[in-house]
């Protein structure tokens, strides 16, 4: 099994409605992290978490909110989706920070 | 805003030759490594190399470190078609948790 999962895998949804992206892992790590990435730009940071009780924005955390629901659970929501924030988005965790992170398989996400 | 930049940002090379892509940033760091991605996939670690080290290999990887020069090179010998794909560097910098990474050498090793 995966070690860092993402749900849903793929998703189109409208302008307006709220989206919620979750990111699971097995690999007892406290860091958390949420990236999008589109062609040409590289990886963002929208927001981090180091602990249940530590969320951090990111360079990009405009539009969207996190949950740390336990140290194992990360979701990310677009609280109302436009065009714009159609893009790939990573789940990532570390052990250590900044040392090597481990990245889910990615949630492509449309929005009409 | 970006820290690392790629350099180049597309390479395209036969089977059996090297691939050599650089990486420039800008400002201190703890460490500095590179992560493969497979079109659309996800992110995979190679390499980090510290702020304290020049040289350091993993297989067919060999990354150097110039922090005089802020840059990094990462090079892959002998490439294989399964080596197609974009490659990221990432800085860790110092005081600050998180990794900041370029915008990726797309590369591709033609059969």
């Known amino acids: 099994d995966a070690d860092v999962t993402q749900t849903p895998r793929n998703r189109i949804t409208k302008t307006g409605k709220r989206i919620m992206l979750e990111c699971s892992q097995t690999?007892?790590?406290?860091?958390m992290y949420w990236y999008r990435q589109d062609p040409g730009l590289g990886l963002r940071l929208i927001y981090y978490?180091?602990?249940?009780?530590?969320?951090n924005k990111g360079e990009i955390s405009d539009g969207y909110s996190v949950s740390r629901q336990a140290q194992a659970k990360f979701s990310l929501s677009l609280e109302s989706a436009i065009p714009n924030q159609t893009a790939l988005y990573f789940c990532?965790?570390?052990?250590?920070?900044?040392?090597?992170?481990?990245f889910g398989p990615g949630t492509r996400l449309t929005v009409l | 805003s970006q820290q690392g930049e790629e350099d180049p940002q597309a390479l395209s090379i036969q089977e059996g030759e090297n691939a050599t892509m650089n990486c420039s940033y800008k400002?201190?760091?703890?460490?500095l490594q590179w992560y493969r991605q497979n079109s659309g996939r996800g992110l995979v670690h190679l390499i980090l190399?510290?702020?304290?080290?020049r040289e350091k290999h993993s297989g067919r990887l060999r990354v150097t470190l110039d922090t005089s020069k802020k840059s990094s090179s990462l090079l892959i010998t002998a490439s294989r078609a399964a080596d197609t794909a974009s490659y990221f560097c990432?800085?860790?910098?110092?005081?600050?948790?998180?990794?900041?990474f370029g915008k990726g050498t797309k590369l591709t090793v033609n059969p």
């Open positions: 990532a965790t570390s052990d250590l920070a900044p040392d090597e992170q481990f």
């Open positions: 690999k007892g790590h406290d860091r």
């Open positions: 978490s180091f602990d249940v009780k530590d969320i």
């Open positions: 400002t201190s760091i703890n460490n």
């Open positions: 190399i510290r702020s304290n080290e």
């Open positions: 990432a800085t860790g910098q110092g005081g600050s948790e998180k990794l900041v």
